[in-house]
């Protein structure tokens, strides 16, 4: 093992053991390396004369471009364009994502955690994740309603185990009480869980009720006073976007100061919160486990995400990081954001009012939805793959079967007034079937 490694290892034995245990096997051995960028980063402050230590072309003290690229990009300056961003990210963006995490979630105010790491959009930042915490039979618990790429990142890649819960009762409310007894029996057998939180959900398009989530936490917060070190990830890919009552905060701000063997991880970005998906631009922000100003838990945990970034991608892309800085720092930012809110939100009330038309009763029901991209119809009828297929080729009408009875209705992309009649085709569809 390298000696930075065992160093910063050393760091998290001293200071927090659950966080030393929670690290796989690659976890433990990753490290930031004292090579070409930190000579460079050090060049860049001293060397008044001549820099000759980085790896990209310059002129006239600017980073060399074709014109050809750059005349749609005038606008910018080359510098913020053309070099290698730091393996974080930018300073300055981690800083004003650092502050409108602040401002979208009072309730981390006071509270003590890391700064966010530039990554290469959200499922860069989940790997990391999984890179960090999961070794070949660790336990992945999470609903059952999931984004179906967890499968790869958690499980493929890293051997990891997922463990499902129900997501919902039958009365519609989100399955507490299974969440606590996979968890539990995870933890009794293991003595350490990843659980992914993923709020609003894809595919069903559900946050929790503040209820639910302060319900979330206590569980969290009893297997790990019984002696389970937990990694929790908020995926809040779609944060923000919560249209009816629910939690409007994400559960990091619960998690950070909950209990020293529960490590927090905020994974965000501006893909969907900015409307921003091609740019890549995402987050991974690290809370708990008893980290403080005067600890060194978090840097240790930050080091070794860098020597991910590093062994990985080496760096994220720089100009998509300019062009978030340059949203974040408008004056017309919040108002642009409300605007879109507004017609995502226009068209989520569109859809549950056509839902609950009474009209399509006898060809599915609909699980509880009241935020994000997405809603799921419960197929009562026909094969959802069938009718995925049917709807293609017959209607023209795209969709995503996610079992056998579960279909996907990406709301996000289908203008208000056409809500109507992409249901009603949905309906003939499977009535064509039946």
């Avoid at 927090?16 to 930031?32: E, I, Q, T, V």
């Avoid at 609903?143 to 129900?166: P, Q, S």
């Amino acid at each position: 093992m390298n000696p930075l490694a065992i160093a910063l290892n050393k760091q998290l034995e001293e200071e927090s053991p659950a966080a030393l245990d929670l690290l796989s096997r690659l976890g433990k051995n990753l490290y930031f390396p004292r090579g070409i960028l930190s000579q460079s980063a050090e060049a860049k402050t001293k060397a008044y004369k001549f820099n000759a230590t980085i790896g990209i072309a310059t002129e006239k003290g600017e980073p060399m471009y074709l014109p050809c690229i750059h005349e749609k990009l005038a606008a910018f300056n080359p510098s913020d364009l053309y070099s290698y961003a730091p393996p974080a990210g930018k300073p300055e963006l981690r800083k004003l994502w650092r502050e409108k995490m602040l401002r979208d979630n009072p309730g981390l105010v006071g509270k003590f955690f890391g700064d966010p790491i530039v990554t290469n959009a959200l499922t860069h930042g989940l790997s990391i994740v999984a890179d960090l915490f999961v070794d070949k039979g660790d336990q992945v618990v999470m609903a059952d309603m999931m984004w179906g790429n967890y499968n790869l990142t958690f499980g493929v890649r890293r051997d990891g185990e997922i463990c499902k819960h129900t997501t919902f009762t039958e009365s519609g409310e989100y399955n507490i009480e299974a969440f606590r007894q996979v968890l539990h029996a995870v933890a009794k057998e293991h003595g350490k869980a990843v659980v992914v939180l993923n709020f609003p959900n894809n595919p069903s398009g559900y946050t929790p009720s503040v209820a639910e989530g302060d319900a979330i936490v206590e569980v969290l917060r009893q297997e790990a006073e019984s002696g389970c070190n937990i990694v929790v990830v908020t995926d809040d890919a779609y944060f923000g976007l919560f249209y009816q009552d629910c939690l409007k905060e994400s559960l990091f701000g619960r998690l950070v100061d909950l209990h020293p063997r529960i490590l927090a991880v905020k994974i965000d970005g501006a893909t969907k919160e900015d409307f921003a998906w091609g740019f890549r631009t995402g987050f991974i922000t690290f809370g708990g486990c008893a980290a403080s100003e005067n600890s060194h838990v978090l840097k240790v945990l930050e080091s070794k995400t860098m020597g991910v970034i590093r062994g990985t991608i080496s760096n994220c892309p720089h100009p998509s990081q300019t062009f978030i800085i340059e949203g974040l720092k408008s004056s017309d930012y919040q108002a642009q954001k409300q605007q879109k809110f507004e017609i995502m939100k226009g068209r989520a009330v569109k859809t549950r009012e056509v839902l609950e038309s009474g009209k399509f009763d006898d060809a599915w029901s609909f699980y509880p939805f009241n935020s994000g991209y997405f809603m799921c119809l419960k197929l009562k009828t026909v094969d959802a793959e069938t009718l995925r297929l049917h709807l293609l080729d017959k209607y023209g009408i795209g969709t995503i079967a996610i079992n056998s009875t579960d279909l996907r209705i990406a709301f996000s992309c289908i203008e208000q007034e056409d809500l109507p009649e992409l249901f009603a085709l949905i309906y003939q569809a499977a009535g064509d079937l039946s």
